[in-house]
Protein backbone atom coordinates (compact mmCIF):
# COMPACT_ATOMS: atom_id res chain seq x y z
CA UNK A 1 0.00 0.00 0.00
CA UNK A 2 1.24 3.54 -0.92
CA UNK A 3 -0.07 6.56 0.00
CA UNK A 4 -2.40 6.77 -3.14
CA UNK A 5 -4.32 3.49 -2.00
CA UNK A 6 -5.00 4.85 1.21
CA UNK A 7 -5.79 8.26 0.55
CA UNK A 8 -7.16 8.75 -3.17
CA UNK A 9 -10.17 6.69 -2.93
CA UNK A 10 -9.49 5.72 -6.85
CA UNK A 11 -12.02 3.33 -8.55
CA UNK A 12 -10.09 0.14 -10.28
CA UNK A 13 -9.85 2.15 -13.26
CA UNK A 14 -8.68 5.33 -12.19
CA UNK A 15 -6.15 2.87 -10.10
CA UNK A 16 -4.82 1.23 -13.40
CA UNK A 17 -4.08 4.42 -15.09
CA UNK A 18 -2.20 5.49 -12.25
CA UNK A 19 -0.34 2.62 -11.60
CA UNK A 20 0.54 2.75 -15.93
CA UNK A 21 0.97 6.53 -15.93
CA UNK A 22 3.78 6.73 -12.47
CA UNK A 23 5.09 3.43 -12.21
CA UNK A 24 8.73 4.37 -11.96
CA UNK A 25 8.01 7.11 -9.59
CA UNK A 26 5.99 4.57 -7.38
CA UNK A 27 8.71 1.86 -8.01
CA UNK A 28 11.36 4.55 -7.03
CA UNK A 29 9.25 5.66 -3.64
CA UNK A 30 8.79 1.89 -2.67
CA UNK A 31 12.29 1.03 -2.90
CA UNK A 32 12.74 4.52 -0.87
CA UNK A 33 10.71 3.43 1.97
CA UNK A 34 11.61 -0.53 2.09
CA UNK A 35 15.04 0.55 2.87
CA UNK A 36 13.97 3.30 5.39
CA UNK A 37 11.78 0.59 6.96
CA UNK A 38 15.10 -1.89 6.89
CA UNK A 39 17.24 0.93 8.64
CA UNK A 40 14.65 1.30 11.37
CA UNK A 41 14.12 -2.29 12.10
CA UNK A 42 17.74 -2.58 12.39
CA UNK A 43 18.25 0.70 14.42
CA UNK A 44 15.26 -1.15 16.93
CA UNK A 45 16.89 -4.44 17.08
CA UNK A 46 20.40 -2.36 18.04
CA UNK A 47 18.29 -0.36 20.66
CA UNK A 48 16.65 -3.45 21.54
CA UNK A 49 20.07 -5.85 21.84
CA UNK A 50 22.03 -3.21 24.11
CA UNK A 51 18.96 -2.58 26.60
CA UNK A 52 19.28 -6.61 27.18
CA UNK A 53 23.06 -6.60 27.28
CA UNK A 54 23.26 -3.64 29.83
CA UNK A 55 20.56 -5.78 31.62
CA UNK A 56 22.18 -8.91 31.54
CA UNK A 57 25.47 -7.29 32.70
CA UNK A 58 23.83 -5.45 35.79
CA UNK A 59 22.07 -8.89 36.54
CA UNK A 60 25.40 -10.65 36.37
CA UNK A 61 26.80 -7.86 38.42
CA UNK A 62 24.49 -8.19 41.18
CA UNK A 63 24.46 -12.33 41.06
CA UNK A 64 28.42 -11.71 41.81
CA UNK A 65 28.02 -9.39 44.56
CA UNK A 66 25.60 -11.95 46.08
CA UNK A 67 27.29 -14.29 46.07
CA UNK A 68 30.48 -12.55 47.53
CA UNK A 69 28.60 -11.07 50.38
CA UNK A 70 27.27 -14.01 51.31
CA UNK A 71 30.32 -16.23 51.40
CA UNK A 72 31.73 -13.17 53.74
CA UNK A 73 28.15 -13.29 56.05
CA UNK A 74 29.10 -17.37 56.53
CA UNK A 75 32.43 -16.90 57.38
CA UNK A 76 31.58 -14.19 59.84
CA UNK A 77 28.46 -14.58 61.33
CA UNK A 78 27.68 -18.30 60.37
CA UNK A 79 24.77 -19.03 57.61
CA UNK A 80 22.47 -15.80 56.94
CA UNK A 81 18.50 -16.83 58.09
CA UNK A 82 16.28 -17.27 55.14
CA UNK A 83 15.04 -13.63 55.22
CA UNK A 84 18.24 -12.46 54.78
CA UNK A 85 19.00 -14.49 52.30
CA UNK A 86 15.77 -13.12 50.64
CA UNK A 87 16.93 -9.74 50.92
CA UNK A 88 19.92 -10.16 49.08
CA UNK A 89 18.08 -11.94 46.42
CA UNK A 90 16.10 -9.28 45.69
CA UNK A 91 18.87 -6.63 46.36
CA UNK A 92 20.57 -4.40 43.32
CA UNK A 93 24.52 -4.29 43.06
CA UNK A 94 24.37 -0.88 44.67
CA UNK A 95 22.11 -2.31 47.58
CA UNK A 96 24.83 -5.40 48.31
CA UNK A 97 28.16 -3.18 47.61
CA UNK A 98 26.72 -1.03 50.64
CA UNK A 99 25.96 -3.90 52.75
CA UNK A 100 29.55 -5.76 52.05
CA UNK A 101 31.19 -2.84 52.99
CA UNK A 102 29.23 -3.13 56.05
CA UNK A 103 30.19 -6.72 56.72
CA UNK A 104 33.91 -5.63 56.09
CA UNK A 105 33.54 -4.13 59.56
CA UNK A 106 30.03 -5.36 61.47
CA UNK A 107 30.15 -6.96 65.38
CA UNK A 108 26.72 -8.62 64.00
CA UNK A 109 24.06 -8.72 61.41
CA UNK A 110 21.70 -6.50 62.60
CA UNK A 111 24.64 -3.81 61.81
CA UNK A 112 25.27 -4.47 58.02
CA UNK A 113 20.97 -4.97 57.05
CA UNK A 114 20.12 -1.23 59.53
CA UNK A 115 18.01 -0.02 56.68
Known amino acids: LDFVDIYAHLSE ?22 RFLRQGEARG ?4 EAR ?11 MGEARLLRRLLVKRFGEPSDSIQQ ?9 L ?4 DRALEAHALEDIFCD
Open 13 to 34: EERMIYQQEHAPEAAALSGFAE
Open 45 to 48: EARG
Open 52 to 62: GEARGEARGQA
Open 87 to 95: RIAAADAET
Open 97 to 100: ALWF
